[in-house]
């Protein structure tokens, strides 16, 4: 009987580089597109994560690793940002827009045009200001001063005397 045991050896294993680590990853060709759409519609990074049952750095790495998935979100996100900014400088300064209005005129059904008119909102006008001038609009005012302080006392009762 002869004892033949196999050398292991104790050091670091070779690397594979062709071996790729982890989970198959869950980007694809349509995965750029599907993210586009959702964030045409308000989509966070994390809501796209969710969508796509991946982990919010999942997305990150799908960032760097695919440069067309960066730029795809970025301009989406930059769309949507951009309407929804109009959308708020348009209330803040008031805005009207054509309506369609249907109304009994002598007992037919008609499609009457008219102009519906927004006034300015000033809800809107503060958080726009806030934003776009904090140092002017914001709640809390810093006022600095040198510690000096200057008392004038002014007697009236000698002025009903008179």
């Given at each position: 009987?002869?004892?033949?045991?196999?050398?292991?050896s104790?050091?670091?294993?070779?690397?594979?580089?062709?071996?790729?680590?982890?989970?198959?990853?869950?980007?694809?060709?349509?995965?750029?597109?599907?993210?586009?759409?959702?964030?045409?519609?308000g989509?966070t990074?994390?809501?796209?994560?969710?969508?796509?049952?991946v982990?919010?750095?999942?997305?990150?790495?799908?960032?760097?690793?695919?440069?067309?998935?960066?730029?795809t979100?970025?301009?989406?996100?930059h769309?949507?940002?951009?309407?929804?900014?109009?959308?708020?400088?348009?209330r803040?300064?008031?805005?009207?827009h054509?309506e369609?209005?249907f109304m009994?005129?002598?007992?037919?059904l008609?499609?009457?045009e008219?102009?519906?008119?927004?006034?300015p909102?000033?809800?809107?006008?503060?958080?726009w200001?806030?934003?776009r001038?904090?140092?002017?609009?914001?709640?809390?005012?810093?006022?600095?001063?040198d510690?000096?302080l200057?008392?004038?006392?002014?007697?009236?009762?000698?002025?009903?005397?008179?």
């Amino acid at each position: 009987m002869t004892n033949s045991k196999k050398k292991v050896s104790r050091g670091t294993p070779k690397k594979n580089p062709t071996r790729k680590r982890g989970q198959p990853t869950r980007y694809n060709k349509t995965t750029a597109e599907q993210a586009r759409q959702l964030c045409l519609l308000g989509a966070t990074d994390e809501q796209l994560a969710k969508f796509f049952k991946v982990t919010r750095r999942t997305i990150d790495n799908w960032k760097k690793a695919h440069p067309e998935f960066f730029r795809t979100l970025k301009n989406a996100k930059h769309e949507k940002d951009t309407k929804v900014e109009r959308s708020l400088l348009e209330r803040a300064m008031g805005y009207s827009h054509p309506e369609s209005k249907f109304m009994i005129v002598d007992g037919e059904l008609q499609e009457i045009e008219t102009i519906k008119h927004y006034p300015p909102d000033p809800v809107s006008m503060i958080f726009w200001l806030k934003n776009r001038k904090p140092a002017q609009w914001r709640d809390k005012q810093e006022i600095v001063t040198d510690g000096s302080l200057t008392v004038i006392v002014k007697n009236f009762a000698d002025k009903d005397k008179k």
